[in-house]
Structures are given as structure tokens and as C-alpha cells.
């Protein structure tokens, strides 16, 4: 049984249109999403702005709710309970924001801060024991005891972003929502956290949803890549097959704008004409073929399937083996 198992979600988001704002429309944020998470894996996902990532992210934790479709946390249906029941399974769940000074408060201090989260849950028994769970939680992420006592505008955005994450791991979750943790952050103090939670996942077993447009940082820390366009996976696969084979032409696309290093490495850049659809009218047939380069007659009125091309490696596209040849 796998750790997470979303099946066939759904968010759509109600718009009012017209002068009198009466038409309802649905902006379909999440579309028909399907994917797993096994214990102590890191899935990737990657996407434009917009492409209604961190809806997904959100949806899983429930702090968005669900318009249709099954979220299977160790196989309990989390789209189906509400309050102390959904309180107690969201201890197992937590979240890393893209923002680590918004997301904490200004006010309190750091092991307040940390503290909080572990009087929720009521898993010290006593203030000495807290206090204790406190300094471990920090020295867990590479900060100080005396930290403890500072406010969160006295550290850095890595620090903050550090503080962020011993408060998640507070309550011992299984899964942890990264969405876009660095994103935020020098790109000095990127690697740091991506290694820092590399090596949380090892030590503890935890497993990520680690969310992100940068293509090159996903694929450092993930197992295993999803790629994400208008509401919907086009794309999943192991995090290299997925840059050095991947078989969607969007993927392809997000792969030939990545910066290569080596100097005598050659990559097209491949540049998509127009912009993403609304998410309101997405297009009929494959979502992206207004953008593709290899669209034909089909794709603009059939519905490409997601299939498992190769054995783990899944694409919705109806020539996915030739893009993959081209690429
Ligand atoms: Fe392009 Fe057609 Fe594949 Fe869609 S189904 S990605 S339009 S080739």
C-alpha cells in the first residue's frame, strides 16, 4: 500500500462572469489527478506558474477542498473526514511554505514558534520535555539552542526557512508538502535546504511532495518527477529518465530551458509559441496542443491517455514515442 494514492482529483474553483455575474464557470485548477507516494520517497513536481501545483499540494493536506476524486493517506480516504478525525491525520501531513517569513509569526518567538505545534498534538508531557524536543528540533536542522529565543525577522531567509521546516518535523510527520521552499532563497542558500531536507528524508523516513518550477533542483532531490500543465500530469516518471529520455513534448520543452553547465554539452532550446489556456476553457483534444510542436489533427479533438509508455515512465500523449525519439 502506498504511502499517499490520489485518485482521479479534482479542484475546480466557481467564476462568476457576465454583468450581473451570473454565469458560472468552473477555473479547473486540478484536473483528473492521479499519483502515488511510497514511505520515504520524494516525488517531484514541476509546472509553470499556474499550472495548479500548489492547488494539488493544498488539496492533499486539505486546506483546499476537493471538488471530486480519492486522497488514500495509508489508506484511509482524507476527502472524506472533517474535524477531529481530519485534525488528527493532518499530524502525519505537514507543509513547508514557499515563504518562510510570512509563514511564520512575527511575533512569537522561534521556540514558540516550534513549541506550538508540539502543544497541539500534546506530545510533550511536560515544559522540561518541550524544551528538550525544542533544542533537538533545532539542532536537527543546523540551528542553535539560543535560537530559540530570537524572534523571526533576527535570521536570514535560510535560517527562517530552516525554522519552517523543524517546525513541520515537530509533530513526526510522514509526508511533508516542499512548496517551492527555495524558490524564495538565494541560490547560495538553495542547495543548503535542498540537502538539509535530502538528509531529513534519509534519517527519518519521511517522504516529500516537493514542489517546484525549477527543473534542475527537483530533480536533485526527487525519486521520481511529475509534470504538471493546466490542471492536469503529462508526464511521471525517475528523476533522470525523466530529463534524459522524457517523452512529452512540454516536458521537452521545460527540459531545453534548463541552463547546462558543461560547455561543450549542446541543448535547443525549444521555445513554445503563445501562452498557457485558461484554465476556465482549456483547450479540447490534448490540452497543449495550441503549444505543441508535433500536434496533428487528433490531438485537436481526441484526448490523448495516460499510459505507461516504458515500464515506469507514464505519458498523456498520443505520440510520446516519437517526441521521444526527436528529443
Ligand atoms: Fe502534442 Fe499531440 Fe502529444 Fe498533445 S497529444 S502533446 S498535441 S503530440
Avoid at 488539496?59 to 476537493?66: H, K
Wanted: net charge positive; with cysteine.
Amino acid at each position: 500500500m502506498s504511502l499517499l494514492d490520489v485518485q482521479n482529483l479534482k479542484v475546480y474553483f466557481p467564476v462568476s462572469r457576465g454583468p450581473l455575474r451570473r454565469a458560472r464557470e468552473h477555473l479547473k485548477a486540478v484536473d483528473e489527478v492521479s499519483l502515488s507516494i511510497e514511505p520515504g520517497e520524494t516525488l517531484g513536481l514541476v509546472g509553470e506558474s499556474g499550472c495548479g501545483k500548489t492547488t494539488l499540494g493544498r488539496a492533499i493536506l486539505r486546506l483546499v477542498q476537493p471538488t471530486a476524486g480519492r486522497i488514500l493517506f495509508e489508506g484511509e480516504d482524507l476527502s472524506r473526514i472533517n474535524g477531529a478525525a481530519l485534525r488528527a491525520r493532518r499530524r502525519k501531513l505537514q507543509i513547508i511554505f514557499q515563504d518562510p517569513y510570512s509563514s511564520l509569526n512575527p511575533r512569537m518567538r522561534v521556540g514558540h514558534i516550534i513549541g506550538e505545534a508540539l502543544d497541539i498534538h500534546r506530545l510533550a508531557p511536560d515544559r522540561a520535555a518541550r524544551q528538550k524536543r525544542i533544542r533537538e528540533l533545532l539542532a536537527a536542522v543546523g540551528l542553535e539552542a539560543a535560537h530559540a529565543d530570537r524572534y523571526p525577522h533576527e535570521f536570514s531567509g535560510g535560517q527562517r526557512q530552516r525554522i519552517g521546516i523543524a517546525r513541520a518535523l515537530a509533530v513526526e510527520p510522514k509526508l511533508i508538502v516542499c512548496d517551492e521552499p527555495v524558490s524564495a532563497l538565494d541560490v547560495s542558500v538553495q542547495a543548503q535546504v535542498v540537502n538539509l531536507l535530502r538528509d531529513l528524508r534519509q534519517q527519518r523516513g519521511i517522504a516529500y511532495l516537493f514542489i517546484a518550477h525549477d527543473l534542475a533542483v527537483v530533480e536533485h532531490i526527487s525519486h521520481r518527477v511529475a509534470v504538471m500543465y493546466l490542471g492536469r500530469i503529462v508526464e511521471l516518471a525517475g528523476a533522470k529518465t525523466l530529463v534524459r529520455e522524457p517523452m512529452h513534448p512540454y516536458t521537452q520543452a521545460l527540459i531545453s530551458a534548463v541552463p547546462v553547465i558543461d560547455p561543450d554539452a549542446k541543448r535547443r532550446r525549444i521555445v513554445l509559441p503563445g501562452d498557457v489556456p485558461s484554465p476556465v476553457h482549456p483547450p479540447p483534444g490534448c490540452p497543449f496542443h495550441p503549444r505543441c510542436p508535433l500536434a496533428e489533427d487528433r490531438c485537436r479533438t481526441e484526448a490523448p491517455a495516460w499510459r505507461q509508455v516504458r515500464p515506469g515512465h507514464w505519458a498523456a500523449c498520443h505520440l510520446a514515442e516519437i517526441a521521444n525519439r526527436k528529443s
